[in-house]
């Protein structure tokens, strides 16, 4: 499996991104999606999670209410729509799928938020 993240970028204070991750050979039909992030000087974080099968999703609470995650799978796609970006918000983000007792992580992409 190979998740290849696309999305981020330079954007300002109150801004908006869509983060998107794409699964390729998933042979599984039920998965866990996850995006992390870390920023600078700080431990990697849990952002967002869903599940394929039912789509049920969890949040940390600093992004409760400014950020959607949603998959297609048909796609074997996970989005993040971040809204209301703020400086805090800026790290790499990671995307993580976990798949039975096998787990893979993405390159990263890096978003900012910066006036």
């Known amino acids: 499996v190979q998740l290849v993240e696309s999305g981020g970028g330079l954007v300002q204070p109150g801004g908006s991104l869509r983060l998107s991750c794409a699964a390729s050979?998933?042979?599984?039909?039920?998965?866990?999606m996850r995006w992390y992030r870390q920023g600078p000087e700080k431990e990697r974080e849990l952002v967002a999670s869903?599940?394929?099968?039912?789509?049920?999703?969890n949040y940390a609470d600093s992004v409760k209410g400014r950020f959607t995650i949603s998959i297609n799978n048909a796609k074997n796609t996970v989005y993040l729509q971040m809204n209301s970006l703020k400086p805090e918000d800026t790290a790499v983000y990671y995307c993580?799928?976990?798949?039975?007792?096998?787990?893979?992580w993405g390159q990263g992409t890096q978003v900012t938020v910066s006036s």
């Open positions: 993580y799928a976990e798949m039975g007792f096998l787990s893979y």
């Open positions: 869903i599940s394929s099968a039912g789509g049920s999703t």
């Open positions: 050979r998933v042979a599984r039909s039920s998965y866990v």
